[in-house]
Every structure is written in C-alpha cells, then in structure tokens.
C-alpha cells in the first residue's frame, strides 16, 4: 500500500462520518464550517521493511458556540474501539482482498484552544499501521 492509497482510503472512511473533509494542506479559503481535516505526519519502516507506520492526525473544526454537535462528529469519527468491528477509526482494520491493509489505533483525543475565540476544534490522533504489498 502507498500513501496515495491511504489517504484515499482515510479520506473515503471520514467522508462516511461528516460532509466537509479536506486534506489539511488542501483546505479551500472558502471552506465552510464545520469540517474536518487530517494529515498523515512522520512515517517509520519496521525493520523487517513489511509495514509502515504513520501518526494521522485527524481535526474537526466549528464555530458553533453549542460543541455537541463537534463532539457527536469526533465520536463517531473514533467510533466504539470494537476490536472486531469498529464503528470509526479507533481499533479499524482495513482489508482488500483478505489481505490486511492498514490499521489504525487512538493515541489520544485533544480539545484544542484556537488562536480565534470563536473556533471550536477537537483532535483525534492514531498510529497507523500501512502494511507493504
């Protein structure tokens, strides 16, 4: 699996979630709010060169005074950690053809303060496991 390849698939996965999603470095100047943004930062091979692991960091951003509904997103985004079958990104496992693809698990999840008093933002992050076909 390729980066393109988990971006699309990461990108696909939350537009299950809610309507607005961009690549962080592809958020348009108009883009209206809520919506939610994530990015696949710093990558290592395992030494065995078979999987490759990323921490995706995934936010979700609103200017709406109430944060239920940003807090319902970020929920169902993270989903029920089912080890089985998860309901959002935490504990998910993403298969193509029998084949184990990638997998992601929480790190943590983050209420963050922005610099503008009105913008509601809550973060999610996981390590990601690409595995090498």
Do not use: H
Request: with cysteine.
């Amino acid at each position: 699996m390729n980066v393109i390849e988990l971006k699309k698939m990461i990108c696909v996965f939350l537009k299950t979630k809610t309507a607005n999603v961009y690549p962080e470095d592809s958020v348009p100047l108009n883009a209206v709010l809520p919506y939610t943004t994530f990015s696949l930062d710093s990558s290592i091979t395992d030494t065995n060169q078979k999987m490759e692991r990323f921490t995706l960091i995934v936010d979700n951003w609103d200017n709406n005074s109430d944060t239920t509904a940003l807090e319902t997103v970020t929920g169902s985004i993270d989903g029920d950690g089912d080890k089985v079958s998860a309901t959002g990104l935490n504990e998910k496992k993403y298969f193509v053809s029998g084949t184990l693809q990638a997998s992601f698990y929480r790190e943590g999840r983050f209420e963050i303060t922005d610099e503008d008093p009105s913008i509601k933002r809550r973060q999610l992050r996981y390590e990601a496991q690409a595995y090498l076909t």
